[in-house]
């Protein structure tokens, strides 16, 4: 139970980066409110997830959702670039959280 909270965490995090990415310095409201609300519930699951999972596991595998999320989502939706070392990028962070979650087990 204690993993699926820290995914969620972890895809609080992607909306609050894109919350923060759109607020344009917070001188947009709605971007900056997701910004903020995300990144609340993003630190609070993730304070839920650390009372199961090492603190140094929780992290990095909540920063590793974001960074692999918000870099996918700027692939996507807001024309960053997509070469190979990008996307090679993505598995290996991806690779690694999933190595993080098979070295804790449950």
């Known amino acids: 139970m204690v993993w699926?909270?820290?995914v969620a965490a972890g895809l609080?995090?992607?909306g609050m980066v894109m919350g923060l990415n759109f607020?344009?310095?917070?001188t947009?409201?709605?971007?900056?409110?997701?910004?903020?609300?995300?990144?609340?519930?993003s630190f609070y699951l993730l304070s839920l997830a650390m009372q199961?999972?090492?603190?140094?596991?929780?992290?990095?595998?909540?920063?590793?959702?974001?960074?692999?999320?918000?870099?996918?989502l700027?692939?996507?939706?807001?024309d960053e670039p997509a070469n190979l070392l990008r996307v090679l990028g993505i598995v290996l962070v991806i690779g690694g959280v999933v190595a993080l979650r098979f070295a804790e087990g449950g």
């Open 74 to 78: 700027g692939i996507l939706f807001l």
């Open 28 to 41: 947009k409201l709605w971007p900056s409110v997701l910004m903020l609300v995300s990144g609340g519930i």
């Open 52 to 72: 199961g999972i090492p603190v140094g596991t929780a992290y990095a595998v909540w920063t590793g959702i974001g960074a692999a999320g918000a870099v996918t």
């Open 4 to 6: 699926l909270v820290l």
């Open 23 to 26: 607020s344009e310095g917070f």
């Open 12 to 14: 609080f995090e992607i």
